[in-house]
């Protein structure tokens, strides 16, 4: 074997020693000690960040210029050169937010001393805004609100009201009664910006009550039916511990309180499709036992008031198909009931539903009632 071929076979064995002591080194595992050291490392540095961001903070809010860019400075030194044109970034799309609301009752009168909690983000970590903290309402039941952030929220509790809680998203300001199992959306076409002045604030509408009684709400039932087969009546659950879900049977049962029917007549257009592809004539009634229904107010969000009077046996809903305004499906239609000669008052949102199945109707039913003749129906939110 020549010499050329000897330093050929040296340089290949070269080769794969060197690869050899790389595989073995990179399958070696890391010592605890470097490891944790490491992890101590990364502590010590978010911990490092964090303190530094809230001196930059602080130095904000006072309004400190020689504090704030001294603080930047120093915050530059300690992120990552990757990370430090994100966070000027995030921080830049943080806002300054004044933003004033009232809360009232349902008659309009100011709810003093309710706490108003409020959470107010920002661009994430990064820039995370104000963050938390309660402020209670004043006599004329007024709070504001003085931070900087991209969006907040606000939770209202009152030991007389139920809870309320809202968003504002970049602006855009929507209410939601969790309070009230029927969740009605409330939205409103204004954004926080509108109301900055203590002359013009954002009205917070919930509904007061001195005491609350034993309200049984859910939060929707399937009414499904058969199609053209009588009534079905609703009752509740022989088990107590779930006496709100109601339970249904065929025909009339004098112990129930709600029955319902659905009918649908023969001119049902592309009966070949899909029942919730189907459309035709069709109608739903809803009968309380031994009460009656009426609908309720388009303005009546609430549901929370029974009405003493002006009830009918029952109420039929449906369409025709040859008619401009049909639809194959209605959905929130509001109505109070009472049953049981007057033991039972209730509220119900309702979403028809009569091509659910080839042979079914579907009624699907949120109510709350009580069974002590009260016709208080507010749900109490905790607090």
Not at 112 to 121: H, K, L, P, R, T
Request: with cysteine; hydrophobic share 35%.
């Amino acid at each position: 074997m020549n010499s050329t071929c000897i330093k050929k076979w040296k340089v290949i064995l070269s080769i794969i020693a060197c690869l050899l002591l790389a595989v073995v080194w990179l399958w070696s595992p890391i010592p605890e000690s470097i490891k944790q050291a490491q992890k101590n490392t990364l502590v010590m540095e978010k911990l490092a960040i964090k303190q530094q961001v809230k001196k930059l903070e602080a130095a904000q809010q006072v309004g400190d210029a020689a504090a704030e860019q001294q603080a930047t400075s120093e915050l530059i030194k300690l992120l990552p050169k990757k990370l430090a044109g994100t966070f000027f970034m995030a921080r830049n799309m943080l806002v300054d937010i004044e933003f004033y609301g009232r809360v009232v009752d349902q008659n309009g009168m100011p709810v003093e001393d309710a706490q108003v909690q409020i959470g107010v983000s920002g661009g994430g970590a990064l820039a995370p805004g104000s963050g938390s903290g309660i402020i209670n309402t004043d006599e004329d039941g007024v709070f504001r609100l003085d931070a900087k952030g991209q969006r907040f929220s606000v939770s209202i509790r009152h030991p007389e009201i139920s809870t309320l809680a809202m968003r504002s998203v970049n602006g855009a300001i929507t209410q939601e009664p969790y309070f009230d199992p029927y969740k009605n959306d409330q939205s409103v076409g204004v954004g926080w910006t509108d109301h900055s002045d203590r002359k013009n604030p954002y009205i917070f509408k919930v509904w007061r009550e001195a005491g609350f009684g034993n309200v049984f709400s859910s939060g929707g039932m399937d009414g499904g039916v058969k199609v053209d087969d009588g009534f079905y009546t609703y009752m509740e659950n022989p088990n107590q511990s779930k006496k709100f879900w109601w339970i249904k049977e065929k025909g009339i049962n004098p112990k129930g309180y709600v029955a319902i029917k659905c009918i649908r007549d023969s001119d049902v257009h592309d009966s070949s499709a899909p029942p919730h592809r189907q459309y035709g004539s069709w109608s739903i009634t809803i009968a309380p036992i031994d009460g009656g229904i009426q609908p309720a107010s388009v303005n009546d969000v609430y549901l929370n008031r029974a009405p003493e009077s002006g009830y009918q046996p029952s109420i039929s809903v449906g369409r025709q198909a040859s008619n401009p305004d049909y639809a194959h499906m209605l959905s929130n239609q509001t109505y109070y009931f009472t049953a049981q000669n007057g033991k039972v008052y209730g509220s119900m949102r309702i979403t028809f539903e009569p091509f659910w199945s080839e042979d079914s109707c579907i009624a699907s039913i949120k109510r709350k009632y009580t069974t002590d003749g009260s016709r208080n129906l507010a749900v109490k939110g905790k607090f």
